[in-house]
């Protein structure tokens, strides 16, 4: 064991580094990158929708222009840079906090610009790097990450009810702390003679397009279906129970979706990921057709755990099945090239549904809680898409 970390050492260190950076990422998007948090007295919903259409639109341009990113600056650089816009989104923040807490509407949409195109960024190199490292553990690895970028997300609301110096300098400072890492211990990945572009007559055309057009669609799909546990659960408790109460139970499905994370760790490394994962889309299911049946809290509570719970590997695993399409195509340096492009098309496809979600209820909001079931019968039908595409594509992968 002694030897094994010591001839990985840089490797774990580097991992681990990551990891921290990841939760660190989803704090400061859970504190900052929404806009109701910081439109500091602009109170107009139609302000909020277009800061929130903002947001998803860089969010998902710079996931698309990951590869490019990469094969351009390197991976390194482009992580640098996504922690580097963190920091400009703080800074111009701060700027429009100052002379009584109403900036100019300019820095606000500088901050939606900033903190959208870190948003992909950061977490596009976090996954570029563990794909690349761990090849033949992407399903745990990728696991892994995730549960700390939902750490993050879980440990925002803490830092929040604290004082806006406290906020700024305990996330600069970690954030500043976060640049050095990368600065000193992260490293690029080789560099191919060519980009791989989804262009007719290709190599990753001939053989990749519709698949990952497929992949996309259910990735989609399915962050069609996580959103409307989050977001419409939450305008439904809101309507039932009121906002404190809302407040208090919508982080039971993000807690239980890391407890799944964690509780899965041990099965994803034993046994093939695709079993898990058929367990778990047919979990959500169940929690579409139950959640909008309950009539008191503890039924929404329950579900939501369980909900959160199914939720909790489908997207990993879905990344991880990305990388069977892979391998058997690409050879030598240009895998870097192929895993950039997917990863890039697949982020840009799960923030797709997310923002699609998210803007939708926002411009409805209550008034549309009354389609709560309507709501949820459209999250199954998702979510059987993304369980019907991901088998299509398992009966249908290349052997090797």
Excluded at 208 to 220: D, M, N, P, Q, S
Excluded at 290 to 313: E, N, R
Excluded at 333 to 352: D, R
Aim: glycine share 8%; charged share 10%.
């Amino acid at each position: 064991m002694q030897k094994f970390f010591h001839a990985n050492r840089q490797k774990i260190t580097i991992t681990t580094g990551l990891f921290l950076i990841g939760a660190l990422h989803t704090m400061l998007f859970s504190t900052f990158q929404v806009p109701k948090n910081f439109l500091m007295g602009h109170s107009s919903s139609n302000l909020e929708f277009w800061c929130k259409v903002l947001l998803y639109t860089c969010a998902i341009s710079v996931s698309l222009l990951h590869q490019w990113m990469c094969r351009t600056l390197g991976l390194r650089k482009v992580l640098y840079c996504g922690l580097l816009l963190n920091l400009f989104g703080m800074t111009t923040l701060f700027l429009s906090t100052l002379g009584g807490g109403k900036g100019p509407l300019l820095l606000v949409f500088l901050n939606m610009i900033f903190f959208g195109a870190a948003l992909t960024s950061v977490i596009n190199s976090l996954v570029t790097y563990i794909i690349v490292e761990f090849p033949k553990r992407v399903g745990v690895v990728v696991v892994v990450l995730f549960v700390f970028f939902n750490l993050g997300a879980m440990l925002a609301p803490l830092i929040q009810d604290t004082t806006p110096a406290i906020i700024y300098s305990v996330l600069g400072t970690l954030l500043l702390l976060g640049i050095w890492f990368v600065h000193v211990f992260f490293f690029d990945l080789p560099l191919s003679a060519r980009r791989i572009h989804m262009e007719k007559g290709s190599l990753i055309w001939k053989q990749l397009h519709y698949r990952l057009l497929l992949l996309c669609i259910a990735i989609i799909a399915y962050a069609l279906t996580e959103t409307t546990f989050n977001v419409w659960g939450y305008v439904d408790l809101i309507s039932r129970f009121g906002l404190k109460a809302a407040d208090h139970t919508i982080p039971t499905f993000w807690f239980f979706l890391i407890v799944g994370q964690i509780t899965l760790l041990i099965p994803l490394y034993f046994f093939p990921p695709k079993r898990i994962f058929y367990f778990l889309i047919l979990v959500i299911i169940a929690a579409t057709f139950m959640y909008p049946l309950q009539t008191d809290i503890k039924g929404f509570i329950t579900w939501l755990a369980i909900a959160g719970f199914g939720c909790s590997a489908v997207f990993p695993i879905l990344l991880s099945q990305m990388e069977k399409e892979l391998f058997p195509i690409a050879k030598g340096k240009n895998i870097y090239s192929y895993i950039e492009k997917s990863i890039s098309l697949l982020f840009a496809g799960y923030f797709t549904g997310v923002g699609i979600i998210d803007i939708w209820a926002l411009q409805f909001g209550p008034s549309a809680a009354s389609l709560l079931t309507l709501n949820f019968r459209l999250a199954a039908i998702f979510i059987v898409i993304t369980g019907l595409i991901s088998l299509f594509l398992d009966f249908t992968v290349e052997k090797t």
